[in-house]
């Protein structure tokens, strides 16, 4: 159940009541594709690091462990032993862009595994079925991923069958729901809004969607490669007819900038393996700005990666000595690296949370897009 607090014109101040507890939005959702963050980075870690939602992908662990096993240990909460929300990724996504060879009908789509080259066929039951015994606490809607830019004719047809896959979706779960032997009988279903960069397509999908009275809704297929101009016009025409007492997830987003952005427009929840994937590689966000530990500025630099911040990283360790971890490949630096980039997004979400608080969002963006775009 989603509570809107407050509103600042149409930034959104809530919260999100889930059976695993309560989140404080807006909020970043953390990506654990396979079940943990790469990076060595652990369920313990998150807690410390401010994480509130734990983000795992229903297709990489239906192909490794298989959904089954999960279930068999418990349910992804007990096999991760992260006892926060979970929300599963439908799978969708990957089978669209992992697949080499794919066909899609009436009834799902047909693919080939990227890790084995097994054939597959997912459809909206399969989603929920997987989803379901991985027992997360959000599940999203089986959809069709379309590539930016396609045909309006083609794109059009793909919201029709999105929405009749979430018709199904939803009679699955109810079913999925009322078993004795489900894994959280009280498991949630996001849908998802489609339409490529066609606003007319976005606004007819989500009107249609709503009326399905979901748990929550999200805006995906966007952040594929669209300039962030046509994101942002995307979602100020989507989000005045998104459902105003539903959460509003804007999926696989992004940048700091792409999240404050996000938020001004009306949305409240955000994911991205960015923190994480550009952490490993030695970029790193502060409050000043962009850096990469990479630079040979930082080989006697024995101050923290940054001053301001107040990260188990930053109180501990010098930019010399995590540089010289990442030039001798020691899995250490990438541990280090990656809790600091997931601690900069979650204490974020917080600062845009305590602005909206104190009514001053829009002057926190104003200040913090002029350092967040700067590199160092």
């Known amino acids: 159940m989603y509570k809107l607090l407050k509103e600042e014109k149409g930034a959104r101040r809530g919260e999100f009541v889930t059976n695993r507890g309560t989140v404080q939005t807006p909020a970043f959702m953390n990506v654990a594709t396979a079940g943990a963050i790469k990076g060595a980075v652990s369920a313990e870690d998150l807690k410390e690091l401010g994480c509130q939602v734990m983000l795992s992908n229903t297709y990489h662990l239906h192909v490794r462990p298989g959904d ?6 418990g349910g992804l909460h007990k096999f991760t032993t992260w006892d926060g929300p979970i929300l599963t990724d439908s799978g969708g996504f990957q089978v669209f862009s992992l697949a080499k060879l794919r066909h899609i009908e009436e009834e799902g789509v047909t693919f080939q595994s990227h890790v ?3 054939r597959i066929f997912m459809g909206p039951e399969e989603s929920m079925q997987i989803q379901s015994n991985l027992g997360s606490t959000i599940a999203m809607a089986f959809d069709e991923c379309v590539e930016n830019p396609a045909q309006y004719s083609y794109a059009k047809d793909s919201c029709k069958r999105t929405t009749r ?7 699955k779960m109810a079913e999925l729901n009322s078993l004795e032997t489900t894994v959280n009988p009280e498991q949630m279903l996001f849908g998802i809004n489609q339409g490529c960069t066609y606003n007319d397509l976005r606004i007819e999908h989500m009107k249609e969607i709503a009326e399905l009275d979901l748990d929550g809704y999200a805006v995906g297929g966007l952040a594929v490669g669209e300039p962030t101009e046509v994101m942002y016009d995307v979602l100020e025409h989507v ?6 007492n539903k959460i509003r997830y804007l999926m696989g987003v992004g940048t700091p900038l792409n999240i404050l952005n996000a938020v001004e427009r009306g949305i409240d929840l955000f994911d991205c393996v960015m923190p994480s994937r550009n952490a490993r590689h030695g970029h790193l966000f502060t409050s000043k700005g962009i850096i990469n530990i990479n630079n040979k500025k930082y080989e006697y630099d024995m101050t923290p990666i940054d001053e301001n911040c107040g990260c188990p990283v930053c109180q501990r360790y010098s930019k010399a000595y995590i540089r010289h971890l990442l030039k001798s490949t020691e ?12 601690w900069f997004y979650n204490h974020l979400m917080e600062d845009i949370r305590k602005a909206l608080d104190e009514d001053r969002f829009a002057q926190f963006k104003k200040e913090k897009e002029q350092i967040y775009g700067n590199r160092i």
């Open 116 to 118: 084995d080259g097994r």
């Open 68 to 73: 089954e096993v999960v279930r068999a240990c």
């Open 239 to 244: 989000t005045p007819v998104m459902p105003k």
């Open 165 to 171: 896959w979430l018709s199904r979706c939803k009679d």
């Open 331 to 342: 899995m250490l630096s990438q541990r280090l690296l990656v809790m600091h980039n997931l």
